[in-house]
């Protein structure tokens, strides 16, 4: 199984409503700049950056210095220990699904 604190550090990072925002935003780009990630959002370039900096710390995103500015791009595999974790409880819920299905069926018929 997956080391507890990695996984309570993704979750961590995507608690936030606002760095979940932002890291969509960099999932569905291919690179992005913390400029960009400010422009069109109602929040300030400092917290941009320590959002960032949260799912850096993550392994959400990683970044790339190219001059005076920062490309962020979000890691495939960051989001490899929560989906892990969860695999963990799809018997649970497919035993659950199972079950209700059964009885539905004896309900109606």
Do not use: C
């Not at 963990?88 to 035993?95: D, L, P, S, T």
């Not at 659950?96 to 004896?106: G, S």
């Amino acid at each position: 199984m997956i080391e507890a604190e990695t996984i309570t550090a993704v979750m961590r990072a995507l608690a936030d409503p606002t760095r979940r925002a932002v890291f969509e935003r960099i999932v569905n780009s291919e690179e992005i700049t913390v400029v960009e990630l400010t422009r069109g959002s109602n929040v300030t370039q400092g917290a941009i950056s320590q959002h960032l900096k949260s799912l850096k710390q993550a392994g959400l995103v990683s970044e790339r210095p190219e001059g005076r500015k920062v490309y962020y791009r979000a890691e495939p595999g960051g989001l490899e220990p929560l989906a892990d974790w969860m695999s963990h409880y799809g018997i649970f819920w497919r035993e659950r699904f199972t079950d209700l299905r059964k009885l539905l069926k004896e309900i109606d018929p």
